[in-house]
């Protein structure tokens, strides 16, 4: 009598593994089509280059996925359902990254310390995978809040406008620039002194392409739409509700004649996405420390979901599966550079779908991987999400980034304060940590200038004060059971 298949190596028939595979990449396409969109428009890519983004990182999400689920070797895979996709943290880095050094040479800084990290990361998942003690529930919680918090900058600047650039609250005086052209003019004919190099006007006068009413008004309704599908709409429907409200959003704005296609139709049906298509990479040593610690928070998040998932469909998680797991998040890394994306690790929102289902089959990821390489294949679809207007996603950021931010509360929740007080010494010092480049960006200037890509992610003080007042208070006393239980929560993330 042979043996009895195991749930997680089941494979179901053709259509529903097709129909489950695309529930997945529905879960999760809101969130990963976001990093490109937040990333690509900080370096201040072209359209074009920006689409080019998002349609690698659909098809990295996928080739990742793959060798994740069905596993590569026995160094590689942790042959569970998982589907991977753009960790979250790493978005706040990459955008102070993106600051500092806008245009392709600044893309190609992001991906040579991409690329960096990855291997880094294949290195050292072996000790990550016994780390865990040092990231109980009062750490993990406090760094996916601070996330949270953190991002929450760029979904309301979706919505308004960004404070620097042509939709700054404030520009200068027509006036006074004009005053200022004359000026030019005249040095240029030698009537006055050169003037002195980098001299500008401050805005002061209100900027009519900050905070539209209508902008903010689409924003609320797709905010709106979001809450109202959550609450009304039932299994498949609800788990989608981010991305039903984007899209109500973008019909809303093609009527109002904010949103035109002029891209998508100038876009190819079919393309390859090839290596360092974008930018090649530039590998500084700082930036590559910089992603590799944002790469260990994220491997620690991951064990947990692994732990969790392994959990949920009974299959045990040991000592090699795990450290293949984590490998693969630093594979997946490696390869998001080498395609011009970023970093990959497990999507916890279907970590949840598969509790949510209790369908256990990795071919069923599988499916989704598939799904996902051939979207990734599909330039107009990139060009159609890129051509949503930013606050039309402003809306939705809210949501997506405020989720982030409540999942890490939640966990939070579950911590001991009353026998332990010391846990609330750990969280209070640590988000104020997080907060300080969101409230002083600029406490940095007077400070080595090499060291300021470790100092200026507010996600990275959080981590490095959290982990190291929890050693002090704590010691490493943390266990597997409370990191299954914190991944357990962590849906949103």
């Known amino acids: 009598m042979s043996n009895p298949v195991h749930p997680v190596d089941e494979v179901l028939p053709a259509g529903r593994l097709t129909a489950l595979g695309l529930q997945h990449v529905l879960v999760m396409y809101a969130g990963a089509v976001a990093v490109p969109l937040i990333v690509g428009r900080a370096l201040k890519l072209s359209p074009e280059q920006v689409a080019m983004l998002i349609s690698a990182d659909l098809f990295c999400c996928g080739l990742v996925t793959l060798i994740q689920s069905l596993g590569a070797t026995q160094w590689f895979g942790i042959k569970l359902p998982v589907m991977m996709g753009v960790t979250f943290a790493s978005v706040a880095p990459m955008v102070a990254m993106a600051n500092n050094n806008p245009g392709v040479q600044g893309a190609g800084l992001i991906f040579g310390a991409i690329i960096g990290a990855g291997v880094v990361s294949i290195a050292i998942a072996p000790v990550v995978s016994r780390m865990l003690r040092f990231f109980p529930p009062v750490v993990t919680g406090t760094i996916i809040a601070v996330i949270g918090i953190s991002l929450m900058r760029i979904g309301i600047n979706w919505i308004f406008g960004n404070p620097f650039g042509p939709t700054a609250p404030s520009v200068p005086s027509p006036e006074h620039l004009q005053w200022l052209d004359a000026v030019k003019q005249a040095s240029a004919s030698g009537a006055v002194p050169d003037m002195p190099k980098g001299v500008a006007l401050v805005g002061s006068v209100p900027n009519p392409a900050y905070a539209q009413l209508p902008h903010i008004a689409i924003a609320a309704v797709v905010l709106v739409s979001i809450l109202l599908i959550a609450k ?262």
Request: include cysteine; charged fraction near 10%.
């Open 232 to 493: 009304f709409a039932r299994g498949f429907i609800a788990n989608i509700s981010v991305l039903l409200g984007i899209v109500i959003g973008g019909v809303i704005a093609t009527a109002a004649g904010l949103m035109n296609f002029d891209k998508v139709g100038k876009a190819h049906w079919f393309d390859l996405v090839l290596p360092f298509e974008i930018a090649t990479p530039v590998f500084d040593p700082i930036l590559i420390l910089t992603m590799s610690l944002v790469m260990i928070v994220v491997m620690i998040e991951s064990t947990g979901m692994f732990l969790a998932l392994g959990d949920m469909t009974e299959r045990k998680i040991d000592q090699k599966a795990l450290t293949a797991g984590l490998r693969t998040d630093g594979l997946g890394t490696l390869i998001g550079g080498i395609f011009n994306t970023f970093p990959y690790t497990s999507f916890s929102q279907n970590v949840g779908l598969v509790g949510v289902t209790g369908v256990k089959s990795r071919f069923v990821c599988v499916a989704g991987g598939v799904i996902l390489i051939v979207l990734g294949l599909l330039p107009k679809m990139a060009a159609l999400v890129e051509s949503l207007p930013t606050f039309v996603l402003g809306g939705a950021g809210l949501v997506m980034f405020g989720m982030v931010a409540a999942t890490g509360i939640r966990i939070l929740a579950g911590v001991d304060y009353k026998g332990n007080r010391n846990n609330l010494f750990v969280v209070a010092v640590s988000i104020g940590f997080g907060m300080i480049p969101l409230v002083a960006p600029n406490f940095k200037q007077w400070m080595p200038h090499a060291i300021h890509p470790l100092i200026e992610s507010g996600i990275l003080l959080a981590s490095i004060s959290a982990v190291a007042l929890n050693l002090f208070f704590n010691g490493s006393q943390g266990d597997t059971a409370g990191a299954v239980h914190a991944a357990r929560q962590a849906e949103a993330h």
